[in-house]
Every structure is written in C-alpha cells, then in structure tokens.
C-alpha cells in the first residue's frame, strides 16, 4: 500500500487541497489504480502561521508495487500543477510518497505537526533517512503537512466528512444552498452529524465562505451519514463530483494539558486553574478573565464571535476552578488563551452580610456601625454582641462544560454533542 501525502496548493484566493487531491485520486484511478481506503482529510496546528484557512492536508492510499511508483508519482504532479495555484505567492506545495511501514515511522512527524511548526528542513532530512520520496514545488513548505499527513495514526481518524465540489465556473460566486433543507437534514440526523447550522447566529455552516471549489462538506461519525446527509441538502447549481473523506476532525487532537508556566505561543492546550481576578469586558463584547494554577497567570479570552458563551466566562468570579481549553497567543498584556471549551468545576461561594433579625419582635435590626453590632428600632434594645447574617448569593453560572458557539468551532475541536453519540454509536456498532 502506497501512501500519497498532498498539502499547501490552495491560497488565499482559490483552490483547496482536498479538491487537488481528488482530483489526484481520479486520475489515477482512470489510470487502473485503486484507492485502499478513503481518502484521509487531516487537520494539524490550528495556530500554523503559515495555514491557507483550516491548515489541513491529505492522505491518499492506493494499492501499488514498488514498479508502479514512476507512473504514480507523474500522474499526482501534473494534476498538482494542473490545479494548485502556484501563482500564489505562499503557495509552496508538497508531496510525500511513503509504503505503509515507512509511513509508521512518520508517526511522531504526525503528532508533532498538530501540536507544533515544524520545519520543513527537519522533515526533509527525516524523509531523506527513511529513504521516503517527496516533491517539493516553489519553497516546498507543504511537505510539512504532506508527510504528517501520510504518517496519520489511523486510530485518531474519528469523523468522516462528505465534501462536495463545484463546477469551475461557478468559482468564487455565491453558493447555492437551500438553508431550510440543512435544517432538515441537521433535524433527521442530528445523533450522527455535527457543525450543520449554527443555531445561535442561525448561519448554515456546511458551506465555507472563500472562493474556494468546495460547495458544502456534512461531517459525521459514519462515512454513510456524511453522504446521507450531503444527499438530504437541496442545491441550486450543479455539483462536479464528491468525495467522502475520513478525518482526525473533532477529536481534541490539538490540545495539550499543560501548567500555565510550560505554556508556549501558538499551541493548543488544556489547563486547570482558578479564577484569580474578576472579569472584563472590553468594548466590542470581548471577555476576559484570569486564573492562575500556582506556577503562573494567563488571561482566557473569550472574543464576541464565541456567542453566548461568553456569558459563562463573564458570571466567573474569584475562586471558581475551571478546566480551559484553547489556544495561546502572547499579546502585549501576557499570554492569553483563547477559549474554545470551558468546564467549570467547582463553583466560590458568593456571600453578602445582612443584618439580623430581632429575637424578641422578628424585625430586621440596625447596624449601629462596622463590628459594632445592631440594634431593634421596635423594641429599643441593643446587641452589640450580634453577628450579621451571611446569605448565599445564587450563581449565575453552573458546574458543567461549556462550548463556543458552532461558528467559531475550531475543525479539531469535538462538540460536546459528539462526546456521547460517538461512545454509543462505536460500541453499537463494534
Ligand atoms: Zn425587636
């Protein structure tokens, strides 16, 4: 088996590397070769300054011999040259071919990739050692994602996605999509797909906004309901093809539980720690907040496009233990982590000193003076002993885990819907 790693062929403008290497895919197999598996979209770093949008690779398996490979590796390039944007500048592809035992050893090259920037010279000397073949067009950046793609650890591809193309001259012009029958197909087969239709800011999701040759793509926790539910959306223009593609999407790949101190910019981590000072809001409806875990502070940021759930970060008050996730960015003010999820944990108490009532008559007493006890206006009598009452105040906020709202969902981040269906849906069916 023949691992084909494609990544860096769309920019800004156009292009998507899941559609160049679809089309990869159906060249070769007009050429007689045959796919040995679905065609793997991974995602890696979020944080990648270099990433186009959803810095995601490709993976293609195809049954080959060793005899084959000259063939193979003509008809991937010159599809890549046909497609990507090489006028681009930042669009500097790559291409990695490795037998499946070989890709094993680029396992760790996979991990580190959703975690870290790699170089692309460590990965070319690391491919030169295996005696693993690549193709490098322009500065060849891409073969970065290229070969953390072919070393995917196929245990961590979850979530399928079903992605359909448009015909060319529809390109950079409006998509056509009926949103009521996303509604529908969201409604019918919510227990199996997620990130259809962002309820709150009531915004079909299963379309991209770049002028890019994807039409719509339906996630889900089964190849059958990722194409099922792409066959449930009514479009208004013609769709050139689709492919369903098995992904590391939605799976929390990207996150690293980590003490504040051995937190690093550009990295997705998970962090335990306690509510240090009370939020803010900043104008424009930015939260913020900070915690602190013993070895340092970070402020979580919670942006306005998160919605609603920045009501969860702004009811925070000193003392209440949280569970972040997000990732870190340093800003002039220190490190700041962006939430994507929040688990509040453990809630403060928040108290407030009333006066007591009388022992005698039941009325609410007067304070004669900070600790200097109260006295009854009825019954004329004085305590300077008495203590004022503590009342509980109710919290706006509960013990739970709390998600952004679907629009601001990164690709790796797992809804928290998912959490369950996935757990019975793999042991049903296993
Ligand atoms: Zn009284």
């Not at 494609?6 to 089309?23: F, N």
């Amino acid at each position: 088996m023949l691992r084909i790693g494609i990544d860096d062929t769309d920019s800004k403008r156009t292009m998507c590397t899941t559609y160049v290497a679809a089309q990869a895919l159906r060249e070769l197999e007009k050429n007689g070769y045959r796919g040995a598996d679905l065609p793997w979209l991974i995602r890696l770093n979020p944080n990648c300054p270099y990433k186009t949008r959803g810095n995601a690779a490709v993976c293609l398996t195809i049954q080959a011999k060793p005899e084959d490979l000259g063939r193979i590796e003509e008809i991937v390039v010159s599809v890549v040259k046909k497609w990507a944007d090489l006028e681009s500048e930042g669009t500097d592809p790559g291409i990695v071919y490795a037998w499946a035992e070989q890709a094993e050893h680029l396992r760790e090259t996979y991990w580190r990739a959703l975690w870290e920037i790699l170089d692309p010279k460590e990965i070319r000397s690391r491919c030169d050692s295996l005696g693993i073949r690549y193709v490098q067009m322009k500065e060849g950046r891409g073969i970065v994602g290229a070969a953390a793609a072919v070393g995917a650890d196929p245990e961590s591809l979850k979530t399928f996605e079903a992605i359909a193309y448009r015909v060319p001259e529809m390109w950079g012009r409006e998509r056509l999509v009926d949103e009521q029958s996303v509604l529908e197909m969201d409604g019918s087969l919510a227990l199996y797909t997620f990130d259809n239709y962002d309820y709150e800011k009531r915004e079909v999701r299963i379309t991209p906004h770049t002028p890019c040759p994807v039409l719509a793509g339906v996630r889900a926790i089964t190849p059958e309901h990722a194409e099922k539910g792409l066959g449930m959306v009514r479009f208004y223009e013609p769709i050139e093809f689709h492919v369903v593609f098995k992904t590391n999407q939605a799976g929390d790949l990207h996150y690293i539980p980590a003490r504040i101190s051995d937190m690093k910019p550009n990295t997705s981590y998970i962090v335990t720690g306690v509510v240090s000072s009370p939020p803010t809001i900043i104008p424009g409806g930015h939260v913020f907040v900070k915690i602190s875990d013993g070895t340092g502070e970070v402020t979580l940021a919670a942006y306005e496009p998160t919605g609603s759930f920045r009501r969860v970060v702004q009811n925070l008050v000193v003392g209440d233990e949280v569970l972040a996730y997000g990732a870190v960015k340093l800003k002039p003010s220190g490190p700041t982590l962006n939430l994507e999820k929040l688990a509040v944990t453990r809630l403060a108490r928040v108290t407030v000193k009333a006066a007591p009532p009388c022992d005698i008559c039941g009325r609410r007493m007067k304070s004669m003076g900070q600790g200097k006890g109260y006295r009854c206006e009825k019954c004329g009598i004085k305590r300077p002993d008495k203590e004022p009452l503590v009342v509980d105040l109710e919290r706006k906020v509960s013990v739970g885990v709390y998600e952004v709202c679907v629009s601001a969902r990164r690709h790796l981040a797992m809804p928290l819907k998912l959490k369950s269906s996935l757990r019975h849906y793999q042991h049903g069916q296993c």
